[in-house]
């Protein structure tokens, strides 16, 4: 590598060093984010303060375990995504520290509107068979009541007139299932 392309990489590595040891990070009035080893002036809202130092920990962490990493260091480390200075905490209602914590957030909302998304397909195709039984039921009421002679095939594959009791019990079928699949809410 020639000395021509050392100089930018050096540059880049000092002015992203500060960044490194800061102790604090929050939005100012203008938008921009601030890295800074001192706290912010009192003038920003807490609600603009991404990071601050951690105040000591009189006791372990509950449930007596002793374990001092938190589950989103070690998401954090695991993922490979630099870390927040140490000794520094997300502050509640803040925006997520880390590109592995967006990552894991963008995943979940991608996952919801997928399930979403099946849901609604799911209730539209439960409409339309819906849909399809009210009318093949209504179709088969409207000929049982047009006075038509309506003929089925019995269990010897013979074709038979249906009688007026037959006819009857078929209408009271035919209603039911209208009133099934047709007034469904």
Request: aromatic residues 4%.
């Amino acid at each position: 590598m020639s000395r021509r392309h050392l100089l930018p990489i050096l540059f880049l590595a000092l002015a992203a060093s500060p960044v490194a040891h800061a102790q604090y990070k929050w939005r100012d009035a203008n938008g921009r984010m601030v890295y800074s080893d001192l706290p912010p002036p009192a003038s920003v809202a807490p609600s603009a303060v991404f990071w601050s130092p951690a105040r000591p920990a009189l006791a372990g962490p509950p449930g007596g375990s002793g374990a001092a990493a938190t589950p989103q260091a070690e998401s954090t480390q695991a993922a490979g995504a630099s870390a927040p200075p140490a000794g520094a905490q997300p502050i509640e209602g803040a925006a997520p520290a880390s590109m592995a914590d967006r990552e894991l957030e963008f995943r979940k909302r991608r996952l919801d509107r997928a399930a979403a998304q099946e849901k609604a397909e799911q209730a539209q195709l439960r409409e339309t068979q819906r849909a399809g039984n009210c009318e093949n039921a209504q179709a088969s009421l409207r000929q049982l009541e047009s006075g038509l002679r309506v003929s089925r095939v019995n269990r010897d594959g013979q074709p038979e007139v249906l009688d007026d009791t037959q006819r009857e019990a078929s209408k009271a079928l035919a209603r039911q299932a209208v009133k099934q699949h047709c007034n469904a809410s």
